[in-house]
């Protein structure tokens, strides 16, 4: 009945369908996670530049306010989060360039064990907060602090999630050179979580 | 038609029709009593029409959801649905349960149909969408679990596809969240806080996973695009669904008392709730272009085609108009949200099920599609449907600009009333606008009385054997 029997010649259904084995595609991985990479993109940068505009209505409040963030705990948060970029990115390095599965999946381990690191602190810096009785509705600088973080945070927790996932299936061999489209798409995930860390480390916790 | 099982679907279908003519006519009633006010008055006053226009509608969509699903789960799981028996039962008791509640509204004072139905033991009523008597809540509770208890075990038992999948989490959704319409609290604001899990959850959640994989189904079966191109762009729409629309229910807790916060929330999310509805007219305008055989149901074509663009309009661009706070502070609940309410049911609600019912209809009734002259009467019940349609968002736009800057914006408002009065002429045309969207619905009814030769879709797919489902 179904389409699978079809004519699989055609190049129809080129753009969304797996890219082909041999040749690394551009963008690296699955295009559809580049759909939902720039949806998710598209939804921080609405929730900056409202950040941005509620700034400019009372910037004396929000510079008062962004004294009380932690920013060597945001700093090394950072840190953090580059690094399990850079371990990503050798990951995929290894698997795909190198064929070695072990020392991608490795890398992958070394990788989430930054980002747990990342919520770890990310964790002590809520509960100092929360201890201080600050809530959503203190200000809008805490409202916005406490919306941009944790709507980030949930994305850390997604992407150690898929990273959890690669490192299972390279550890099993599951990638290579050439089938890595999995492996190349969860890498792209991550990295958009970083970059969005990226710029909302120096907008909330340092630009005045 | 590949399973016989599938055949349960037509009653659904036939009685989603039925009501739909009923829904219109209602709406006709009260279009005219918002100029002429005592129109039918006593026997039906404004606020009973308007009870039924909105019952009705959603009574009718939930029969064509069910009856979608009736058609889709066993082809898609290719095994015959677990109890056809059961679908059938579920639909008279779901029939005669909606067309009493119907005749309660019509025949009893809402207050005596409280008494009578038991609302003192469990106050649900009251609330608008979810006017239904308790009695009635309960049996929907119970025809949505045992469809969904027939559906999963179906599935269960077959093959599981994406589209079937997403299908179920939309109708296990659907049934979740209709629970919180037995919640009823004292206090206003957690009130409404919980009314809109139940309205907005549905049709700004769960409701456009089903619209989803309706679209979905039926662009496989015309285009005969690979299924898994379909599904992947299904998976990226549903995300792009869930990530905006779940929080977007903060733009219904701007006024009502619920802490500040959602005002930014509200705004930021549901400002981007238009992209899947984007994201959707560019997947079928893709599938359609890239389509491997020329199906010859065109009328479903269209039907689907027309569901991403008046879907993404009305729901997208509509909402978008009045979606955000400092905007919704003036045109909170004016003709505004009228105008975007009619398009957006109408384009992505109303129309997904005529796209599932044009195509599943024909394949029910033992053709590939309809004749050409059916189908010639079925696209122009298309477009008299959908441009009245879009004329009647049109007018209830002007009538809403007009009344935010007679009655709110202007620096001497003007009170209500007057308002009204002032922008009769937008809500006169309007009715006349409505009664050529009901003439639509007649060509529409009637096209499926037309006769004529019934095309098959081995003569019409140039070549391709072994691609359909439908009988050669």
Redesign the interface.
């Known amino acids: 009945?179904?389409?699978?029997?079809?004519?699989?010649t055609?190049s129809?259904?080129a753009s969304?369908?797996?890219p082909a084995p041999e040749a690394r595609s551009t963008p690296p991985g699955?295009l559809?996670i580049w759909?939902?990479i720039l949806?998710?993109l598209?939804?921080f940068a609405?929730?900056f530049a409202?950040y941005a505009f509620?700034r400019a209505q009372d910037v004396a409040l929000f510079n008062a306010m962004q004294d009380h963030l932690d920013r060597n705990a945001g700093g090394i948060n950072t840190v953090l989060l580059i690094t399990a970029s850079w371990c990503v990115a050798r990951a995929v390095r290894a698997v795909c360039e190198h064929g070695r599965s072990a020392t991608g999946a490795h890398w992958l381990a070394a990788a989430i064990a930054c980002g747990g690191g990342f919520l770890a602190l990310k964790c002590v810096e809520y509960a100092g907060k929360f201890a201080a009785g600050i809530s959503?509705?203190t200000n809008t600088f805490w409202?916005?602090y406490l919306?941009l973080t944790f709507f980030h945070f949930m994305h850390v927790i997604l992407g150690l999630v898929i990273l959890s996932i690669l490192w299972l299936q390279t550890r099993r061999g599951g990638y290579g050179p050439g089938h890595a489209n999995g492996l190349e798409s969860g890498a792209a995930y991550w990295h958009m979580v970083d970059l969005v860390w990226i710029v909302l480390f120096p907008l909330v916790y340092v630009m005045r | 038609m590949?399973y016989k099982s599938q055949a349960v679907a037509k009653p659904y279908f036939i009685a989603a029709i039925g009501l739909f003519i009923g829904q219109i006519l209602f709406g006709l009633i009260m279009g005219l009593q918002y100029v002429v006010g005592d129109f039918l008055f006593p026997a039906i006053p404004f606020n009973i029409a308007r009870m039924v226009h909105t019952n009705l509608l959603i009574v009718w969509l939930l029969f064509g959801f069910m009856g979608a699903a009736y058609y889709m789960v066993p082809?898609e799981s290719?095994t015959e649905l677990y109890s056809p028996r059961l679908a059938m039962a579920l639909f008279w008791i779901f029939l005669v349960a909606g067309a009493l509640t119907i005749v309660g509204y019509l025949m009893v004072p809402y207050a005596k149909l409280a008494e009578m139905t038991g609302n003192d033991l469990l106050a649900t009523m009251g609330r608008e969408f979810l006017e239904q008597p308790l009695l009635t809540k309960v049996g929907i509770v119970i025809v949505a679990l045992g469809f969904l208890f027939n559906l999963t075990l179906t599935l269960l038992k077959g093959r599981k596809t994406s589209i079937s999948l997403v299908l179920l989490m939309g109708l296990w959704g659907l049934a979740v969240f209709f629970l919180f319409s037995f919640y009823n609290p004292e206090n206003l604001v957690k009130d409404k806080f919980y009314w809109w899990w139940v309205v907005h959850l549905w049709v700004e959640g769960v409701w456009e996973l089903i619209l989803g994989a309706l679209l979905a189904f039926v662009l496989?079966k015309v285009t005969?695009?690979?299924?898994?191109?379909i599904e992947?762009?299904l998976?990226?729409i549903i995300?792009?669904t869930l990530?905006?629309g779940i929080i977007g229910t903060g733009h219904h807790y701007f006024w009502i008392g619920t802490?500040?916060?959602w005002k930014?929330?509200g705004?930021?999310?549901s400002?981007?709730e238009p992209?899947p509805f984007f994201?959707m007219t560019v997947f079928a305008f893709n599938m359609v272009n890239?389509?491997?055989r020329d199906h010859p149901n065109r009328a479903a074509t269209l039907w689907a085609l027309g569901t991403g663009v008046m879907a993404f309009l009305g729901a997208g661009v509509w909402g978008f108009l009045h979606t955000l706070a400092p905007v919704n502070y003036y045109t909170h609940g004016t003709q505004i949200t009228a105008a975007h309410g009619h398009m957006a049911f109408y384009g992505a609600y109303v129309m997904v099920v005529l796209t599932i019912i044009s195509y599943a209809m024909p394949v029910l009734r033992g053709r590939a599609a309809n004749s050409n002259r059916a189908q010639v009467v079925e696209m122009w019940s298309f477009w008299l449907m959908t441009i009245s349609m879009v004329f009647i968002t049109l007018f209830l736009t002007a009538a809403g600009v007009l009344q935010v800057w007679l009655q709110r914006f202007s620096t001497s408002p003007l009170p209500f009333m007057v308002v009204q009065d002032q922008i009769s002429l937008f809500y006169w045309m309007r009715e006349v606008t409505g009664v050529i969207f009901l003439l639509g619905l007649v060509a529409y009814v009637a096209s499926f009385f037309v006769k004529g030769e019934a095309a098959t879709l081995a003569s019409s797919t140039s070549g391709?054997a072994?691609?359909?489902?439908q009988p050669a």
Do not use: C
């Open positions: 009945m179904n389409a699978h029997s079809l004519d699989t055609l129809a259904p969304l369908a797996a699955d559809a759909f939902f949806a998710e598209l939804v609405v929730f409202a509620a959503l509705s409202m916005f919306s | 590949q082809e290719e496989i005969g695009v690979d299924r898994e191109v992947k762009w998976y990226v995300t792009l990530i905006t802490p500040a916060y930014w929330w705004s930021i999310f400002a981007l992209i994201a890239r389509r491997r391709r072994g691609i359909g489902t």
